[in-house]
């Protein structure tokens, strides 16, 4: 059984920073890619940044020079560095996979979701 454990979130003030990690445990063979989601209230669930299979990265517009997706592959384990927080960042942020369980299979995995909350 794979899970994607996240850890980080909370509250933090216009400006700020923060960390979320991610770590991917279970057995299986590789995972393809990993990364983070967000969906804030009433808004659907939106692509933030990611690894790709060639270990290139994808960040979307509005988190370039802010976020930061970094890894440690022997963990299994992305970080996504928040820094320049605004309140428009408040969600519940998602880590993401595709892992190939076997040679054949690959399937999408999510964390359980974590909130971050920017205010003062």
């Known amino acids: 059984q794979v899970q994607l454990v996240e850890s980080g979130g909370g509250l933090v003030q216009p400006g700020g920073s923060m960390r979320l990690s991610c770590s991917a445990s279970?057995?299986?063979?590789?995972?393809?890619?990993m990364g983070w989601y967000r969906q804030a209230p009433g808004k659907q669930r939106e692509l933030l940044a990611f690894f790709r299979a060639d270990s290139s990265l994808y960040y979307v517009d509005d988190v370039k020079g802010r976020f930061t997706l970094s890894r440690n592959n022997a963990e299994n384990t992305v970080y996504l560095q928040m820094n320049s927080l605004k309140p428009e960042d408040t969600a519940v942020y998602y880590c993401?996979?595709?892992?190939?369980?076997?040679?054949?299979?690959?399937?999408?995995?999510w964390g359980q979701g974590t909130q971050v909350t920017v205010s003062s």
């Open positions: 993401h996979a595709l892992i190939a369980t076997d040679s054949l299979t690959y399937t999408n995995y």
């Open positions: 279970g057995s299986f063979s590789s995972i393809n890619n």
